[in-house]
């Protein structure tokens, strides 16, 4: 019997890693109640599975719960604030993007919030000097500043466009 539970605890894990406690809470109320069974544990009166909403942690929140080895810790804090600002990986799809090239494979991502907690089991991994890489670049910050390439290209058009027009007329 200590075998079937403890697996029963395992696919439930999977289940809550991959879509969140909230969505397999609500799964199961809904099963119960198409089954007409309640959730209550075995004291008269105590629900087990509230249909409270939990908030959102943001990321320094997740930070501050996590077990986070001391070490890298103030590498991972600098991390969540940027990723909080959206100045790390704004976007879902710089933040698939990402777990991608660095080789691991994106659960579905519906919000930031979600995608932190993966991205945080993934950077725990890192070295220090990797995180250190991480941290110190900006090529992780969503789309490049385009104005100065911008003004730069326009300023080189211009030079060719008025050079062309002076070649044309033999000066």
Do not use: C, Y
């Not at 994106?106 to 932190?116: E, L, V």
């Amino acid at each position: 019997m200590k075998m079937h539970k403890t697996v029963i605890v395992k696919m439930l894990g999977t289940m809550v890693d991959e879509w969140g406690l909230e969505e397999v809470a609500d799964g199961l109320r809904k099963l119960a109640a198409e089954r007409g069974v309640g959730l209550f544990d075995s004291r008269p009166g105590v629900k087990i599975l509230g249909a409270r909403k939990r908030s959102k942690l943001n990321a320094m929140q997740q930070i501050d719960r996590a077990q986070v080895p001391p070490e890298k810790r103030a590498i991972l804090v600098v991390l969540a604030k940027r990723f909080d600002q959206k100045s790390f990986l704004p976007s879902l799809a710089d933040i698939r993007e990402f777990l991608t090239m660095s080789g691991q494979s994106p659960p579905a991502i519906k919000d930031r919030s979600d995608a932190f907690r993966s991205l945080l089991r993934f950077l725990q991994e890192l070295p220090i000097e990797r995180l250190n890489e991480i941290a110190s670049s900006e090529s992780h910050s969503g789309p490049s500043r385009l104005g100065p390439l911008s003004e730069a290209i326009a300023a080189a058009g211009g030079r060719i466009q008025r050079q062309s027009i002076f070649e044309e007329i033999g000066h």
